[in-house]
C-alpha cells in the first residue's frame, strides 16, 4: 500500500487522476494552492512535500524565492522535469518525507497538501516532526487533508479514477466515514480535526485548524512570532 503511489498512480496515471477532476473538485484544488500562497513571502524558500508531477510547482515558484519539490516516484518526478524544465526557482529530487536529506531550519515554509499525510502512508507524527525539523524559527508547516462537507465530492473523484482503470474497484461496504477503500487494497484516509490536535499537542508552536472552501481542512503550524497567519 504505501509503494501506491510510486507504483500504480505513478507518472502519465498520476496526472490523469487530476485530468479527471470535475469542476468541484478543481475549485478544491485550486482553493488549497491559494490558501498556502498567502501565506508564502517573496523571499521564501518553499519546500513541496509529495510534489507529484509538479501540478503546484509553478504557481509555488511564483510567490517564492525558490521552491524544492520532492517525492519518492523517480518516474513522476521525471515527468515533472520534462514539463517544468524551464521552470526557474524550482529544484526536484527523490526523496522520503519522513527521512528528509536537509539540515535544521532551511525552509520558511513546508507545504503538504492534496491529504499528502494520509496518501504517503508514514507515520504522520514522524512527518510532521521532520518537517518542523528542517522548518526555520519564524516559519510555516502547512498540512491539509479533506474535509467532511467534501466527501460526496471526493466519492464521486474516485469513483471517476476507478472507472478509468487508474484505482480498483470500490468496496463500498468499507467505503464510509471519509475513508475510500478499493478491492485490489487502495486505501484512501483523511485526517480530522481532533487527528490534527493529537499529532501536534507535543509541539512547542501555534497550531491551528482551519476550512477552506468547505473542502479542505488545512493543520497550520507556526513556529515563531512571525506574521504569517
Known amino acids: 500500500m504505501s509503494k501506491y503511489y510510486s507504483h500504480q498512480l505513478s507518472g502519465i496515471r498520476l496526472k490523469q487522476v487530476y485530468d479527471l477532476a470535475l469542476l468541484r473538485v478543481k475549485q478544491y484544488l485550486d482553493a488549497e494552492v491559494n490558501y498556502v ?11 513541496e512535500l509529495g510534489c507529484g508531477y509538479g501540478r503546484n510547482l509553478p504557481k509555488l515558484a511564483g510567490a517564492a524565492q ?26 526536484l529530487a527523490g526523496m522520503d518525507a519522513v527521512r528528509l536529506g ?13 491529504n ?5 502512508h508514514v507515520d504522520q507524527r514522524a512527518l510532521i516532526d521532520e518537517s ?3 522548518t526555520k524559527p519564524n516559519g510555516i508547516v502547512l498540512f491539509s487533508t479533506y474535509s467532511d462537507k467534501f466527501w460526496n465530492h471526493r466519492l464521486q473523484w474516485f469513483e471517476l479514477q476507478s472507472e478509468a482503470g487508474l484505482l480498483g474497484e470500490i468496496d463500498y461496504e468499507k467505503t464510509k466515514d471519509g475513508v475510500i ?22 509541539i512547542n508552536a501555534d497550531v491551528r485548524i482551519v476550512e477552506v472552501d468547505e473542502s479542505s481542512l488545512f493543520c497550520k503550524i507556526l513556529l515563531g512570532a512571525g506574521e504569517r497567519v
Open 116 to 120: 499528502g499525510i494520509s496518501a504517503f
Open 132 to 134: 518542523i525539523r528542517v
Open 102 to 114: 536537509f539540515q535544521e531550519q532551511v525552509f520558511d515554509c513546508v507545504v503538504c497538501i492534496q
Open 181 to 202: 477503500v478499493c478491492k485490489d487494497g487502495f486505501k484512501a484516509t483523511t485526517v480530522r480535526c481532533e487527528d490534527f490536535l493529537a499529532l501536534t499537542a507535543h
Open 66 to 91: 525558490w521552491v524544492i519539490g520532492i517525492d519518492t516516484s523517480l518516474a513522476t518526478l521525471k515527468l515533472a522535469k520534462k514539463d517544468f524544465r524551464a521552470l526557474s526557482k524550482c529544484l
Open 37 to 47: 500562497l498567502e501565506r508564502i513571502h517573496e523571499g521564501d524558500l518553499v519546500l
